[in-house]
């Protein structure tokens, strides 16, 4: 591994886009390649046994492509697959996004918290042991099942409807949100239309300043790179790699609730 190889991240599809972006705000010089698993999402009700599999494939992928590290841009596929992945990849380094359950015990802890997430992570092994390390019990589990499927084919009215549904019992009750899917970032606007005032918690910013961390100890630092990002989706879609990359300039930010 050498410090020029590029940084790899992976999500079910666009929503590691949000990770990505904190991830450049703090490495800026890196170079990076982004895969989407298009023709495989949504991750969040699949076994544990086929996220492993689709993980081990966009692993096997980035090892051809020069990469000295790999980010786990999707909470449901670090929940069932990064303890796999780093027992059968012992030559990898490995970061992986988790719902910043840990930030609300460290910044919010007296407050009401909602957790969103997919299905597979709020039912996780990981999270439940994250849940029970931090817990306030004050904290209302959510599995938004369909949520970030939703959100990927950018279905504004479904979005709101959705949410509508499904948050209207927490209107009122909660004042902390954990964005426990990586695709969730995209939709603040519109979780806020439904619960008003809340304080969302996401766990891109911290993954962002630990890879930097990691990569500064394994001498991996990247200084002479010029930012740029490939995009690979498994389906090849052309229209998400303009709306991926909309997004990463922040040309579209928030496009959900615009319309
Ligand atoms: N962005 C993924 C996550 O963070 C979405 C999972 C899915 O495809 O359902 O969990």
Do not use: W
């Not at 590290?69 to 990849?89: D, E, G, H, W």
């Amino acid at each position: 591994m050498n410090r020029a190889e590029k940084i790899a991240i992976f999500d079910s599809g666009i929503g590691g886009v949000t990770v990505l972006q904190e991830i450049m705000k703090v490495l800026p010089k890196e170079n990076y390649i982004y895969y989407s698993d298009s023709k495989n999402n949504p991750y969040g009700e699949k076994t544990e046994k086929e996220i492993q599999q689709l993980c081990n494939n966009i692993v096997q992928y980035f090892k051809q492509r020069n990469c000295k590290i790999i980010v786990i841009a999707c909470n449901t596929a670090s929940a069932k697959a990064v303890q796999f992945l780093r027992k059968t990849y012992p030559e990898i380094p490995f970061i992986a996004i988790e719902p910043a359950y840990k930030m609300v015990h460290d910044t919010s802890y007296d407050k009401p918290t909602l957790v969103m997430a997919t299905e597979g992570t709020i039912h996780s092994e990981k999270f439940n042991l994250l849940l029970k390390k931090y817990d306030n019990h004050k904290t209302f589990l959510l599995p938004c099942v369909g949520l970030a499927d939703k959100i990927e084919q950018g279905r504004e009215e479904e979005i709101k409807e959705y949410l509508q549904n499904i948050l209207k019992p927490y209107q009122n009750k909660v004042e902390n949100v954990v964005l426990g899917c990586t695709h969730y970032p995209l939709i603040q606007e519109e979780i806020k239309a439904v619960l008003g005032e809340v304080q969302f918690f996401n766990g891109a910013p911290n993954l962002a300043k630990h890879l930097k961390k990691v990569l500064e100890e394994k001498d991996l630092i990247n200084e002479k790179g010029e930012g740029k990002v490939e995009f690979e989706d498994s389906q090849g879609i052309k229209g998400k790699e303009k709306r991926f990359f909309e997004i990463l300039k922040g040309e579209k930010e928030n496009e959900n609730i615009k319309k």
